[in-house]
């Protein structure tokens, strides 16, 4: 691992002050190495498929697994697609002179290595590879192991793409040993300038705890739709069956309804009724289930819940400010929304409620680097520091101030 | 620690969402009571003093924790001072409508609690409450226990100030527990947002190394300057000497510095006969002491040293990369400069060099939030998250999406 991170760090001098021209042809080459070597992407993937198939693996995990022409063709689109966004590297973020006559500018630079951890699909492995390269920084890349020859696969036509224009093939890397390879990278501190775990809870816990290497958390959401007492019940109808079943299985997906009492009796019936003819489960607190007796009881696990599948967990509270306590006691900070007519309750619920999105009278699926117009994406920050929300190239880079003077001297 | 930490979160909510006036004459009122209070302050700073000198303490270390009515009238203007500048909060960082019509708007917000952990003089309490005040964050405070009774008292006045408005005293708080107390702090991680260490490298280690909770690190500064072959001696000369004695304690004061073999042979002798005029103990390399015989050999450890004293390793290099390489190696990314008369070496080592901020012909003391135009200044990070360099109020908030729509869903 070391060996690896030393030989990023070196790959990412060159990449870090590379002009624009020569990062967009890396992309396009990258693009037709992955199509070039589709077969050999695609037999690599069906080792990978008959591994989780023979351990019994379910049918929906084997199939987030597969490969087809299509997505290799989609993954190679992605890479031409970041050619055309801006470059984030050098753009002048402020600047002036200072009341001594010094020029003072900061400018965006990379990162320098950035370790991506990360599970599942192996789409991401393009995309993270783009996304840094483009940004300037060097890449070392922890896939899931149930997907590491069609990993393996990827990554060699990457770099050999990369290393076609010239620029070092070790800009991209992946690593490949065991669990204790994660825990040593999470300590290179001054090697590793950054790691962005993707995944699920557990996964981010961990680095989290182990890391002393900045963190950008990415990704866990318990998203609420609020419905307050002034809402629109058709507009609040549409948003919540959009946010749960549109693609139950990502993080903007909403996981639980917050139902103001003074709607309660009326929308409680009627949106369980709609959810269940969507096909889904509704875990509810004592009011929702005096309202309508056939939902499951949630429990407090369930309004911790991260579902990610068709369950969703209501509670009817007695105002915006307990909306508001209980989406701070339960929500994780990613994308929480609010259906109503008032301006003043979208005031205080955007104002009040602490998280990376918050959404008025819009479904919170939303909630997404494309959608958002950053063109890509490298996952969504649920942290404060540093990027919050979707993070586009901009959020893959940091600052230097150039400060240029004629001698100056400070007394 | 907990229980303080959940009344500085409880006070974060409030004081998250109060407009500028309020924190304007809380600023105020902070400053009239720590002059209405300055006998109690002075006299708790004379027992901090007392114990001090009886433990042996050096005599420049008791000066640093010494206050007098001027610096209490000091801390005061600062934070009057504050209450001048813009409030970062509300700012809309950027904003627009999207395609679908959803309006999208970035906004400024504080982190929430903010832990400050320092070392040394306790004119810090006053000016980090204020700026974490201005920025609508509430602070724990943990300042060094040789300023123990000093800071009691200023937080104390502090508190009563922020109280007579209306804000929650709890927004300012001071932890006064054993070293115990700062690992419970470092892992109270959803509790307390941001750990910003300001103080000595072992310090900011132990943080770095034990915190769960996002750190920003500041202010180790191994800062170089460069002599290029190109340079103008005098200018070169004055810049070393400005950069080194200025304020020697300082972490943007230089410690070691890098010279092309070109200029050697002219500039050794001259440079460090002008810098032994100063007091300066120079540290050099074999070249540096074929030079100058007098100078004392210099081991790695002085070309890594944060001396914070009247001491500079110096080594000769025989280009501009292998400056860049010396500086990579040895350099703590605070502050770098380059002394030349040549355009293109200053637009490679301004490119090359990976630091907080690269100086061109000027001195590496202008490393400073008041000096860049910040108006005030909480630390000067050298991590690359986050913020990278003279931290003003803006650098501790962090960013909101805020979408509104009409009832928008994906499709």
Redesign the interface.
């Known amino acids: 691992m070391y060996a690896a991170a030393e030989r990023a760090q070196r790959a990412a ?1 060159p990449l870090g ?1 590379a002009a624009r021209h020569l990062k967009d042809a890396a992309l396009h080459a990258m693009a037709d190495a992955l199509e070039g070597h589709r077969d050999q992407i695609l037999h690599a993937n069906a080792a990978d498929l008959s591994k989780q198939e023979a351990a019994g693996t379910s049918p929906a995990m084997v199939d987030r697994l597969r490969l087809t022409a299509e997505r290799v063709s989609a993954m190679a689109a992605g890479l031409r697609a970041l050619a055309t966004l801006p470059d984030p590297v050098g753009e002048v973020v402020r600047g ?1 002179t ?3 006559g ?1 020029e ?1 500018r ?1 400018v965006r ?1 990379p ?2 290595v950035v370790a991506i951890i990360y599970e599942g699909r192996p789409n991401v492995t393009a995309d993270a590879a783009g996304i840094c390269l483009k940004s300037g920084n060097a890449v070392l890349l922890r896939g899931s192991s149930s997907a590491l020859e069609s990993n393996v696969a990827i990554v060699a036509a990457l770099r050999e793409g990369v290393a076609s224009t010239g620029l070092p093939a070790d800009a991209i890397q992946l690593l490949t040993g065991d669990r204790e390879d994660i825990g040593y990278l999470l300590q290179a ?1 001054g090697l590793v ?2 790691v962005i775990p993707r995944g699920g809870a557990a996964l981010i816990q961990r680095v ?2 182990e890391s ?1 290497v ?3 958390e990415t990704g866990v959401g318990n998203c609420h739709v609020y419905v307050d007492a002034d809402a ?1 019940l058709d ?1 609040a109808e ?2 919540i ?3 749960k079943t ?1 693609r139950p299985s990502v993080c903007n997906a909403a996981e639980s309804l917050v139902l103001h009492a003074d709607i309660a009796a009326e929308f409680v019936p009627r949106i369980v009724k709609v959810l269940a003819a969507e096909g889904v489960t509704v875990h509810g607190d004592e009011a929702v289930r005096r309202l309508s007796p056939d939902v499951i009881p949630a429990t407090d696990d369930d309004f911790a819940a991260e579902y990610l599948s068709l369950d969703l967990s209501a509670a009817v509270v007695g105002s915006l400010d307990d909306a508001v306590t209980h989406i701070r006691r339960y929500g994780t900070g990613h994308t929480e929304a609010i259906v109503t007519r008032s301006q003043e309750a ?1 005031r205080r619920f ?3 409620v ?10 919170t ?3 997404d680097g494309e ?3 950053f063109g890509a994406e490298i996952g969504i920050s649920t ?4 990027a ?2 979707p993070m586009g190239l901009p959020e893959m880079t ?14």
Not at 354 to 363: G, I, Q, T
Not at 400 to 410: D, L, M, P, S
């Open positions: 001098r002050t002036g200072l009341a001594t010094l003072l900061q630079v990162f320098g501190r300038d950054v989290v705890t002393t900045p963190v950008i629109d507009m549409r948003i069956v959009n946010a549109d979208a955007t104002a009040d602490d998280a990376a999105v918050v959404v008025v009278n819009a479904s699926r939303f909630t959608e958002f117009g942290q404060k520091m540093h919050r929300g940091s600052t230097k101030y150039v400060v240029t003077g004629g001698g100056h001297i400070r007394s």
